[in-house]
């Protein structure tokens, strides 16, 4: 994916390495490459992006991003245990009739 000034592959480890040490200087914390890409899914679909734009920012098929890409975190857990509860025990829309007379 990189390549350094004699056009040869970089390697992984190094490249982590690299951005860690910029991350740390810019005060940052050291997390990895691999590591902000679980972030950024996850936090994309916690805000309702749907899985197929998730997946797409990010230059996967939704499988792969399904797979390996997401958590849940207990505040969506939560929302859905609330959406759930809301669904169950409110009362079911009242549907108001009319009836046309045909004179």
Same mark, same amino acid.
Do not use: K, W
């Given at each position: @994916? ?15 390495s ?25 936090? @994309? ?13 990010l ?6 991003? @399904? ?26 829309p ?10």
């Amino acid at each position: @994916m990189f390549i350094g000034r004699t056009g040869q592959p970089l390697r992984p480890d190094n490249i982590t390495s690299r951005f860690n040490q910029l991350a740390t200087a810019a005060g940052c914390r050291p997390i990895g490459p691999h590591q902000i890409r679980h972030l950024i899914a996850s936090t @994309m679909l916690d805000t309702g992006y749907g899985i197929h734009e998730t997946a797409e920012r990010l230059g996967h098929d939704p499988a792969t991003l @399904m797979r390996y890409y997401t958590r849940i975190n207990a505040n969506r857990r939560h929302q859905a245990t609330q959406h759930l509860a809301h669904l169950l025990t409110e009362p079911p829309p009242t549907a108001t009739t009319s009836r046309v007379r045909l004179d």
